[in-house]
């Protein structure tokens, strides 16, 4: 990002880190005015990082539970839940709810600086419960913050107010049937427990957004402690285990409330978790997904209140720069196939539109092997493009995936061609309907770089 985009990045985050320091939380629709969008690819690929961030650049091992919370040494985090689910008599919704973290400043340990991997930030209240209007009947209460920051005088008491950790979140809910796409996006400080990320127990916020490690009950946990990571089946730095999470948000005419229960082994992208994004080294993430989990609970719109049962995917992602100044953004694609098998494809584009050498891939088969893809292994056609009336942008809108070594090739195209994300941050992510010969399934796609 160069010139008049990095002025307009530095502006926009320095603007809502002013606003944030009052201790507010922010959330946001549309924005008419659309010379102060950002596209969220290039916004979150930092090409000239500071160099006091550590980098993806070498295999490290992935730990299990430490790796589901945040690592602030990095500059930019996600943590990615999509997923496509059905009522008993088949109207169809796809959701998503993603959370960003990005630093603002460098962690500096052994200087007191709140950025550093020791702060400490210890949720104590359960997650909000949505009643049967969608309404948030019990809202997380206080959680305690302890930085490790000096006050104002100097002295050694923690400030809850300083923090160089910015949150962000997008959630969005597709309603097939009345062919309408509902979004929203929230923005906070990791301060008085506006946002957070912590690992065990796994839980990640922002303001009434979150999921949180569950027993599997549906509704509010019982009083008194949850459930703990070790009390699930995992393997330190191999697998995570097959754990259950609770997953609440809500926003205007909208709101979902579901339990995601994992069903296969954690696929660790790339080389053991190092997922390379372009040529240069540290252009990279540390990166795993949890490619499979039943899902069940109600999803509310403007048409009413619906049970749901389906399946979701999950991603975790942290690094400090993935794309170079060649790169423009990303056309990413899971998708669950109904034989029980998953797969994601990710093609990273150069500035020219053309993909890059370093497209990547895997695919989980129905007892829980998997085999990570590379460039070669896949083709990704670009078969019909949709225009946004909003922001002029134009995305691909039907492809056509082959992957001979697995023998599937299949046709993919979304079930509503406007799933564009507006306000401050523009892209496309949306849910999509799989169709060929022998194969047919359901998934989501992440377009960047084309706003």
Known sequence: MKGAGMRKFIFTFGVYFMILGMGM???GCADDDLSEKIDIGQSLSTVNAL?????ANKVIPIEFPKDFGSHDRFQTEWWYYTGNLDT?????????????????????????NPTTPSAQVTPTAQVGKIDGTGQV??????????????DQNGGDTPSQWRTGQL?????????VQSGRFYSDHSMGRQALGLAGAVSDPYRVWLGQWQVVLSSGNVGLESEGEGPKMSDFNMRRGVDAGKITVHMTAKSGTFALNLMLSSVKPT???????LSQKSEKEGNASYYFSMTRSETRGVIKTEAGEFEVTGTSWFDHEWSTSALGA???????????????RDLMVCQVRKADGRPNAFSFGCISHPDGQYDILDAAHFTLQIQDYWQSDTTGARYPCKWRLTIPKYDLDMGIAPYLKDQEHLGDFVYWEG?????????SGSGYVEMTGYF
């Open 25 to 27: 939380v922010l959330h």
């Open 51 to 55: 160099p006091c961030f550590s980098r």
């Open 88 to 112: 008993t008599d088949g109207r169809h919704f796809g959701y998503q709810l993603t959370f960003f973290r990005r630093a603002l400043l460098c962690a500096d340990e052994g200087k007191g």
């Open 137 to 150: 009947i019990e809202s997380a209460e206080a959680v305690e913050v302890n930085p490790t920051g000096r």
């Open 167 to 175: 949150y962000l979140a997008h959630f969005a809910v597709t309603d």
């Open 267 to 273: 696929i660790l992208q790339g080389d053991k978790g």
């Open 326 to 340: 060649d790169e423009k953004g990303w056309d990413w694609i899971a998708i669950h196939l109904d034989d029980h």
């Open 431 to 439: 849910c999509v309907q799989v169709s060929g010969e022998g194969v």
